[in-house]
């Protein structure tokens, strides 16, 4: 990793074309100050020498004081501290995850922001002016998405809690919401190359599980088939392995036969789509939603769910519920993509830019997870080009319910546990 660290990725830590050229100088001069101390120095080493410069007192490289010294006199506001102590802490971050006797170092790199001395000059104001930059910082959406990831590398990093204790700390189970929860534009690339083997590694692991758990569901319902024993004593019967979900057996069997007609033969959802979309050439956009409809609806049995869920169709969603002008128009790209976002919004409670949080929590209350989670399967399979939006939406609905507990979020685990296994196929 050392010549990654020394590439020009790495100088100028800061790209805001507002901040003053001598600030980005002295940050970078500070940051590959220690851009050199990680390659030669323990973790333990280097924590120690950024809690002296966290502490502004007793650095032992006059150098780098008066850069902080100039930094502070500078105009500098809170964003470039916070762009600043962000790199830090994700080249940090990014070194030692190469060493797994390091875990404990990224959650003590991220407590020396919570737990300033107290010992600072108030009176002085270049102190005080860097201790608010550190308050700030702690408070800030970067700081927040690097403890999000020293919770997805270790949970038990930041809670003596024997079990996960809020929905946040699942977050490592959820490889969909990486990108939009832990990430931003302007990351090291050494920081993202480490979120994507995370990812992948964990994408890879949970593919493989549940593929041939559809594929032993598939072999059961053929044998019941040929045996004339019904679906629902097989039901009773365990999973020939540990699955990979928070659902309980029965659960997950369920959702693993429910979305058995997303797949067809061992292919999976994507290889399904021209074949899907032929069967919409030459309809109006009137027999389209009265197929749109149906197809959403029809694993749905029980009738006074189907009936709900129909009206709620047809009251959240305009284009359904009053086109007329559209009614005798050939369907075409743009509305088969404009009618499944549309659904799609209904669903999340996103409309008109604002997001009603409680929308998807009711459904899945009403619904049932799995089922919710296969209405959005449907769409995804219908029109591929959801897909980031949908985890963009989850990921948003994730971080507003992140720090409540376990138990007031069962229905919304339930369902992304569904959705798990359907984002697992299909990426």
């Not at 033969?265 to 009265?290: A, M, P, T, V």
């Not at 919710?372 to 897909?387: E, F």
Request: net charge positive; hydrophobic share 35%.
């Amino acid at each position: 990793m050392n010549s990654v660290l020394m590439n020009q990725e790495h100088h100028q830590v800061l790209n805001n074309k507002y901040t003053h050229p001598q600030t980005i100088q002295e940050f970078d001069s500070i940051y590959e100050h220690f851009v050199y101390y990680i390659q030669m120095e323990s973790s333990f080493e280097v924590l120690s020498r950024f809690r002296l410069l966290i502490e502004a007192e007793n650095y032992p490289d006059p150098k780098i004081l008066e850069s902080l010294t100039q930094t502070l006199r500078s105009q500098s506001n809170s964003l470039d501290f916070n762009s600043f102590f962000n790199r830090c802490c994700q080249l940090f971050i990014s070194y030692w995850s190469q060493t797994p006797d390091n875990e404990s170092a990224m959650f003590e790199l991220l407590s020396l922001f919570k737990n300033l001395p107290s010992s600072h000059n108030k009176s002085d104001q270049f102190s005080q002016k860097w201790q608010q930059s550190i308050t700030d910082f702690a408070k800030s959406a970067q700081y927040l998405k690097l403890q999000r990831l020293v919770r997805l590398i270790n949970p038990r990093l930041v809670s003596d809690a024997p079990k996960p204790q809020y929905l946040g700390d699942l977050i490592g189970r959820y490889p969909f919401l990486y990108k939009n929860c832990l990430l931003d534009k302007d990351d090291l690339r050494e920081y993202r190359h480490l979120l994507s083997r995370i990812r992948k590694e964990k994408q890879h692991i949970l593919k493989q599980g549940f593929r041939r758990g559809i594929i032993f569901q598939k072999q059961r319902l053929e044998i019941a088939r040929l045996r004339q024993v019904s679906p629902e004593t097989l039901l009773s019967l365990r999973q020939p392995a540990k699955h990979l979900t928070l659902l309980n057996d029965k659960e997950y069997t369920i959702a693993l036969r429910q979305f058995i007609p997303l797949t067809q033969g061992n292919l999976f959802l994507g290889y399904q789509i021209n074949q899907l979309r032929n069967n919409l050439d030459g309809l109006s956009f009137k027999e389209f939603k009265n197929w749109f409809i149906n197809y959403l609806l029809q694993d749905i049995n029980e009738l006074s769910k189907r009936e709900q869920f129909k009206q709620f169709l047809n009251n959240k969603i305009p284009l359904i519920a009053s086109s007329s002008d559209y009614d005798s128009k050939q369907i075409d790209e743009f509305l088969i993509q404009r009618t499944s976002h549309q659904v799609l919004n209904g669903l999340i409670g996103y409309q008109g830019q604002n997001f009603n949080y409680q929308t998807l929590v009711d459904l899945i209350t009403d619904l049932g997870a799995t089922q919710i989670a296969s209405v959005i399967g449907k769409l995804l399979l219908l029109n591929p080009r959801l897909r980031n939006y949908v985890t963009s939406q989850l990921s948003e609905l994730f971080c507003f319910h992140e720090s409540k507990s376990i138990s007031n979020c069962v229905g919304l685990i339930q369902f992304l546990e569904n959705y798990l296994i359907i984002w697992s196929i299909i990426a």
